[in-house]
């Protein structure tokens, strides 16, 4: 079972032999800074402070090492100085990142206000201090706000012929923990925002609800039928895009 703590124990050793004094820094963020982190579903998110600009080279080598010996969970994160964290995240110009093993460069990936948040609202340290890190929660609820108007809109039409029971956890969950996150004022896990479509939600849309969150965290089915299942995903997203 992988831990987050030790697996990034052995990256930090890992880079501090092919990089020294690379990594000033080094957080959790993610699901393990929400307090929702499920192993076997969940992967493990960082943010890394570095002293200097990273190359791309020594990065591959740290994280392809580290694949071969903790290869289980994906380990996701990105590249920042302290200084990016301290600003908006939208003037960070683009950066080092790696995603599902590889190492990407001029990427933008995580660099935006819901990491920024997440790290501090309980981002773990696992080398150095807490950071100092720039938040903005009118800028977060309207870019929350676009991008359920934008990606997830999309989202929901694309998914209308991708049945099965990843797009079901991703969109019920994905779409319910945006609104609680507007309704709470503040970046939830998509186990909280289970609980909070529960209470919120009219008792027809709940089967669905349960059904995404025990694909998450395990648990009996919810349905027979997976065309059934498919339909009430649809029926969910429709009315969670249509609330004001």
């Known amino acids: ?68 010996s903790h290869g289980e969970t994906f380990f996701d994160g990105l590249y920042v100085t302290a200084a990016d964290l301290r600003r908006d995240p939208e003037q960070c110009p683009p950066g080092l990142a790696v995603h599902e093993w590889r190492v990407l460069e001029g990427s933008r990936f995580e660099r935006n206000l819901v990491t920024w948040h997440v790290l501090a609202q309980g981002g773990v340290p696992v080398r150095g201090p807490r950071p100092e890190v720039h938040t903005d929660w009118p800028a977060l609820a309207e870019r929350t706000r676009q ?66 969150l025990r694909l998450r965290v395990g648990g009996e089915p919810q349905y027979r039928s997976p065309v059934h299942r498919h339909l009430d995903l649809l029926k969910f997203t429709a009315m969670v895009l249509a609330e004001p």
């Open 1 to 68: 079972m992988t831990d987050p703590l030790s697996t990034s124990r052995a990256y930090l050793a890992l880079a501090d032999e092919h990089a020294p004094g690379l990594v000033e820094a080094f957080y959790l963020q993610g699901s393990v800074a929400l307090d929702d982190y499920r192993p076997g579903v969940s992967d493990i998110d960082f943010v890394a402070v570095t002293a200097r600009e990273p190359a791309a080279g020594e990065l591959r080598t740290v994280h392809e090492a580290l694949r071969r």
């Open 147 to 212: 991008n359920l108007a934008g990606y997830w809109t999309g989202w929901r039409v694309r998914a209308a012929f991708t049945p099965g029971a990843w797009t079901t956890s991703w969109g019920v969950l994905g779409m319910a923990r945006l609104r609680h996150t507007l309704a709470e004022r503040r970046v939830t896990s998509k186990t909280e925002a289970a609980a909070f479509a529960l209470d919120a939600y009219d008792q027809r849309f709940h089967r669905i609800v349960r059904e995404a």
